[in-house]
């Protein structure tokens, strides 16, 4: 599957700070700055039944800015990203606007794509849909059957489950209660109540024909379709190894879906932890409630855009808060990211200003600390400001200004 066209990124003088990101597994900051092989990241993708809404948006961002921030590093990265192109929530849409789902997935995969673009998000190495990873996940549903750690229900369906009392660390990823990770179940695409299971746990590997539904070959599992948590464990593992630096989505996702393609990925390899830092970004809320498809509150980007609200300004807008806080759009929120933006571009483009070099150094240090982008904003304003009020002893600092907060941040003035 194509991905998208790649922002320019200008070098920056100086070496870069260590990232310490926090690792919700072990609920503590940690340097992640991969290894001599370079680092690699895992992201979860969409699911292209609906347009890009501003949750996605915050969630790439974030990823985008320890991309940023490891290549400021000198560090090669590796960044890999799905499209869950088959799925219930997509059937269910296409079913419900009598839309091809195959047609449905092509459309908002497209969608996302310009939407990316435009929020010049760096693309990913690789950006691969479920449905051509199907062979490969049919192969390892076998390996699990075959080593006892997966089991096909006694009903017909062809239904195959993973079991999770084989996987004595099951959990770690989370830190959930039992009864937590059983309402997150339901709550999240998770079928506690199914009738067969060993546990109510167990996730689903993969689903047995259904009339109506599309479906592939599986050899010796029969004609079916993945689940979604194997989906990910498999694409991370087939190219970026039995461990990885970042496995990163929402926080939504901490449960089940990281807990549970981690579980998948360990029992596979016997190698863990799966993923060196599990990193989880925040919510966005709209005007104090939660933003939904339920609510029918989504905000998208694709929308922002048709009503010309320039893209630098609403990553502006999502970058005002800690990456890890739940936080609201509000428009007070995008109304200060545009006078922001307008403040700094007409201070980049001023003859001189105060030390560029400094504004660099302290950029990269708060940055450094787990993707303080609130301290690294501050940090720009404060050089605008006293660049704006005359402090004009560094003539080489406006570019050097620009090119940091177009490298390290991802705003282009």
């Known amino acids: 599957m194509d991905s998208w066209s790649s922002p320019n990124v200008p070098a920056l003088p100086g070496a870069g700070v260590p990232l310490r990101l926090y690792d919700s597994a072990r609920q503590d900051r940690h340097v992640s700055s991969g290894d001599a092989g370079g680092a690699s990241m895992y992201v979860c993708g969409i699911t292209p039944y609906d347009a890009t809404h501003l949750g996605h948006a915050a969630t790439m961002i974030t990823f985008d800015v320890i991309n940023r921030v490891w290549r400021d590093n000198g560090v090669d990265v590796t960044y ?108 999240r695409g998770g079928d506690p109540d199914r009738a067969g299971k060993r546990d109510a746990l167990d996730p689903l590997l993969w689903r047995g024909a259904r009339d109506g539904e599309p479906a592939w070959e599986g050899g010796i599992l029969g004609p079916g379709r993945p689940g979604w948590h194997i989906e990910c ?10 461990r990885i630096d970042v496995q990163g989505g929402g926080n939504d996702l901490l449960f089940p879906h990281h807990e549970m393609s981690a579980a998948h990925a360990e029992a596979l390899t016997g190698e863990a932890p799966f993923a060196r830092h599990y990193v989880h970004a925040g919510m966005i809320g709209l005007h104090g409630e939660k933003m939904s498809k339920s609510r029918g509150n989504l905000v998208f980007v694709s ?55 400094e504004t660099l150094a302290a950029v990269r240090e708060r ?35 620009a090119a940091t907060v177009d490298a390290l941040l991802g705003v282009a003035l």
């Open 80 to 187: 890999v990203q799905n499209v869950t192109d088959i799925d219930d929530p997509l059937l269910e849409r296409a079913n419900r606007d009598g839309e091809d789902w195959i047609v449905l997935a092509m459309r908002e995969t497209a969608l996302f794509r310009e939407d990316m673009e435009a929020l010049r998000i760096l693309p990913p190495a690789h950006y691969v849909g479920a449905v051509e990873s199907i062979p490969a996940i049919a192969d390892e549903v076998v390996n699990l059957l075959d080593a006892g750690i997966a089991y096909r229900l006694d009903d017909d369906t062809g239904d195959i489950y993973f079991d999770v009392s084989k996987d004595a660390t099951f959990g770690y990823e989370s830190n959930l209660t039992r009864p937590e990770m059983l309402a997150f179940f339901a709550e």
């Open 233 to 242: 464990a498999v694409i991370a593992l087939g190219l970026l190894g039995s």
């Open 303 to 357: 929308r922002l855009r048709a009503d010309h609200v320039e893209s630098m300004a609403v990553r502006l807008a999502l970058l005002a808060d800690h990456y890890r806080d739940d936080r609201q759009w509000t428009d007070d929120l995008l109304k200060t990211a545009q006078q922001r933006l307008s403040r700094w571009r007409e201070a980049v483009a001023l003859p001189a200003g105060p030390s560029g070099a």
């Open 367 to 401: 940055l450094a600390d787990d993707l303080d982008t609130v301290g690294a904003l501050a940090v720009v304003d404060d050089w605008v400001d006293a660049t704006l009020a005359g402090d004009r002893t560094d003539a080489d600092a406006p570019a050097l200004v």
